[in-house]
């Protein structure tokens, strides 16, 4: 069966301070891969998808970057975090791109930014 | 622009009555239906899915009614129970693994 880890769980950082958060798909070869961000009792944004290692599609910037370093792995990160940055980091996977795949979520990482 | 529009914010239910969630899209390119359930501090969960080639999609307790034409689709949970309280995001999904969400509906099951 197919797993799905995010890392952290939670994070409290600065503004102005880096971050890296990570994902990593278990049980599937060559998944697509996605980050979302979700404000607190806000909608889902879709940031950045992956179809291969080495590929990243930005959708909604918000100054952060994202990285596929591995076919299991996705990377969301930036240089300098703003207040705005804070809210519900979420990763998905789905088996293919196109009309009717179905994306599955992680549990999320929690992240405020004082 | 607001492409998935959810009309209600919150909604509330008596337990055992059914619930209906309604999402309208503005886009007739969306051919992929998805409703995530969602619960605090957790992901959201794939509850149903529709494509616009149909009409209707049932799996046990929820029901998706979709009208092509008027744009919009619905959600009915029959027999609502207290831990079908949660929010529930109507998505669209049009090309590429695009996913566009609602806003959101929390519902809530009065025991």
Do not use: M
């Not at chain 2, 959201?44 to 008027?70: H, Y």
């Amino acid at each position: 069966a197919q797993t799905i880890h995010q890392w952290p769980v939670a994070e409290i950082k600065a503004v102005g301070s880096p971050l890296s958060l990570g994902c990593t798909i278990k049980g599937k070869s060559s998944p697509n891969l996605y980050w979302y961000w979700q404000a607190t009792g806000g909608t889902l944004q879709q940031l950045f998808y992956s179809i291969t290692v080495g590929q990243v599609e930005s959708v909604v910037q918000l100054n952060l970057s994202a990285s596929r370093p591995k076919d299991d792995q996705f990377i969301l990160s930036t240089e300098k975090l703003l207040l705005s940055h804070s809210g519900f980091y979420l990763c998905a996977w789905s088996l293919g791109t196109g009309g009717g795949d179905t994306q599955y979520f992680g549990p999320g990482t929690r992240l405020l930014v004082l | 622009q607001q492409q998935v529009r959810q009309s209600s914010q919150s909604l509330t239910v008596w337990e055992g009555e059914t619930a209906i969630l309604n999402c309208s899209y503005e886009n007739s390119a969306f051919d992929y239906f998805p409703w995530y359930q969602q619960f605090p501090g957790e992901g959201p969960a794939l509850l149903i899915a529709i494509r616009s080639v149909s009409d209707k999609k049932e799996d046990g307790r929820f029901t998706i009614f979709f009208n092509k034409r008027e744009k919009n689709l619905s959600l009915h949970i029959k027999d609502s129970q207290p831990g079908d309280s949660a929010t529930y995001f109507c998505a669209a999904n049009y090309n590429q693994g695009k996913l566009i969400f609602g806003q959101g509906t929390k519902l809530s099951i009065k025991p």
